[in-house]
């Protein structure tokens, strides 16, 4: 038994050593000087995967937080990740501590755009976002699988009852601690409360939920439309693992003593104010 755990650790250090999705140096050190200030590049506060590719990096990258490196990673592959990363930044990405971009995603900024991921928010595998104007991704907010984000219609649309021409652009703001289900659509003019949940797949999200959709609530649909109040994701690791093995041996679920927990500690995790 000593002897095959000693060769699964020789085998699991040459895996590492040739596995294509782990960090290319040589990416991460020109993605940083190519998009930063000399000051804020010589951290490498950005890792790049390296199945990531930049169409352009004329734009820049702001960094709101203390540096350190890695702190922002992109191209990053955990499990069902597709294809290549592509980056095309004409405007201006900030990141905050601990955002992802995972692999596959296409991430487009135009000339005049301002895409703003918080503090560990988590870009899921092959999701796409186009910004003309402004995108804004919450704090501790998770966007699923093949999930579209755009603020831009492209194309102008007229009234012909009233003559009235709409801009195809529109702000899109998702709150903190959102989770974004897999294949929603984002269009543009869309705002999200904080602690929401997208619960079902390809739902369409196009207005402004504050004022009709409250906080721990549950919406989906086409168009989203309220499915339920009082919930919200567990996102900390330490939580998922211990509800992970509740339910290995018990069939009836988890009740959490609400008088000695608390709930944010619980879903976030006790570094969660930011």
């Known amino acids: 038994m000593k002897k095959q755990t000693f060769l699964n650790r020789i085998f699991s250090t040459i895996e590492s ?12 050190i020109y993605f940083n000087f190519r998009s930063m200030p000399f000051k804020m590049a010589v951290t490498l506060p950005v890792y790049i995967y390296s199945r990531t590719q930049f169409q352009t990096l004329s734009g820049s990258v702001e960094i709101d937080g203390n540096l350190c490196p890695g702190m ?23 990141f905050r501590d601990g955002s992802t971009i995972m692999q596959g995603c296409d991430i487009y900024v135009g000339k005049k755009g301002l895409l703003e991921i918080g503090a560990r928010a988590r870009v899921r595998e092959n999701v796409f976002i186009y910004v003309s104007s402004y995108v804004k991704i919450g704090d501790f907010t998770g966007i699923a699988y093949q999930t579209t984000i755009s603020d831009d219609d492209f194309h ?10 709409s801009d195809t652009k529109s702000s899109i703001i998702i709150g903190n601690r959102n989770w974004i289900g897999s294949r929603t659509a984002i269009k543009k003019g869309t705002i999200t409360p904080d602690n929401i949940i997208v619960a079902s797949s390809y739902s369409l999200l196009d207005r402004d939920y504050r004022d009709s959709v409250p906080e721990y609530s549950a919406i989906g649909g086409v168009p989203a439309r309220l499915l339920r109040k009082n919930l919200r994701r567990v996102f900390d690791i330490g939580s998922e693992r211990l509800l992970q093995k509740y339910f290995e041996d018990h069939d009836e679920s988890f009740m959490l003593d609400l008088q000695e927990n608390d709930v944010d500690d619980f879903c976030l995790g006790p570094s969660s104010k930011v």
């Open 17 to 28: 050593r040739i596995w294509p999705f782990r960090v290319s140096w040589l990416k991460t």
């Open 156 to 165: 102008f649309v007229i009234d012909s009852s009233s003559g009235k021409i």
């Open 72 to 94: 922002v990673r992109i191209g990053k592959r955990e499990d069902r990740g597709m294809g290549v990363t592509t980056i095309r930044n004409h405007g201006v990405i900030r």
